[in-house]
């Protein structure tokens, strides 16, 4: 047996009590439901946060955590969502935009010449700038017209990266040669990186929310990217987000989940029309 992993996992202590406070306020705060299958992805996540605080326990954290909930449970979201993303990850969403979505909301909005977009989730920015280029070169066209994206992450150290928008060139390997000269160019004084253009950039609005505190913004969205998000959710929890976001949407409003989730038994708000593409119905 490797005696240093054997140290390693016998650093801390996890009580079973420890693992159940801490993932009820971890679904209290965010709406994950962390399974006991979990527990050593939080043990792991959260024993380097116990090292940088200089803390001997888990039980002083729970308890730190009690005594300054709101600044403590950021950095807690922070340490147990998943940001496991890419350019254009599930690409056959980003063909039907432009082939098909976006020149149906063009359509249904030539009298406000308005279109809103969310990417909800969005993680160190990769799937925004990734709508954003479908959008610049599918509507380049519409001269004068208010075109806006959102981009929301519960996480406040990837939004920050995201809207840096800097990217070592290995992320961008899967985009063609073309279009990576045109929207992301070489990063000033930073070699090996680049950096999506100011185009892409006034496009977005980056900003850090909880999906389950009060939104700011009224909708409505023509079209809502929401992707591998709700796979940390239970059902109930489900039914109570598709519902929220059904009330930023009109009839016919556009929503993209991920490759492994599905609105069967959860919702009866949207109609399936493509590989895990709904429509909001009326």
């Known amino acids: 047996m490797d005696m240093s992993t054997l140290s390693v996992a016998q650093e801390f202590e996890l009580t079973d009590a420890e693992f159940n406070r801490l993932r009820e306020l971890v679904r209290e705060h965010t709406g994950i439901a962390l ?10 996540r959260l024993a380097r946060r116990l090292r940088k605080l200089k ?3 888990f039980a002083e954290y729970c308890t730190l955590i009690e ?5 403590e ?3 807690l979201t922070n340490a147990i969502t998943t940001n496991l993303t890419s350019f254009f990850r599930e690409n056959y969403h980003f063909e039907q935009l432009a082939a098909e979505v976006l020149p149906q909301v063009e359509r249904s909005r030539a009298g406000t010449r308005r279109v809103r977009l969310w990417s909800a989730g969005c993680s160190t920015g990769e799937e925004p700038y990734s709508l954003a280029v479908v959008v ?7 001269h004068g017209w208010d075109i806006k994206l959102l981009a929301t992450d519960i996480d406040s150290k990837v939004i920050a990266t995201a809207a840096e928008g800097v990217y ?8 063609g040669a073309e279009r990576v000269r045109r929207w992301f160019p070489r990063a000033a004084g930073q070699p090996g990186n680049c950096e999506a253009s100011a185009e892409l950039k006034t496009l977005i609005t980056f900003r850090q929310l909880n999906l389950f505190d009060p939104w700011p913004m009224k909708g409505p969205f023509d079209i809502i990217f929401c992707r591998n998000v709700v796979i940390y959710f239970d059902k109930d929890t489900q039914r109570a987000l598709f519902e929220r976001m059904a009330q930023v949407q009109e009839p016919g409003g556009w929503l993209f989940v991920g490759h492994s989730e ?3 038994s959860v919702t009866s708000r949207y109609k399936l029309v493509g590989r895990t593409v709904y429509r909001r119905v009326g």
């Not at 005594?67 to 600044?71: Q, S």
């Not at 610049?136 to 519409?142: T, W």
């Not at 070592?168 to 985009?175: A, C, M, Q, S």
């Open 136 to 142: 610049r070169e599918a509507l380049a066209h519409l």
């Open 168 to 175: 070592g060139e290995e992320r961008l390997k899967g985009i």
């Open 67 to 71: 005594g300054r909930p709101a600044e």
């Open 262 to 264: 599905n609105l069967f």
């Open 55 to 57: 803390l001997a326990s």
């Open 35 to 44: 399974s006991d299958a979990k527990r050593e992805l939080v043990y792991g």
């Open 73 to 75: 449970m950021q950095e």
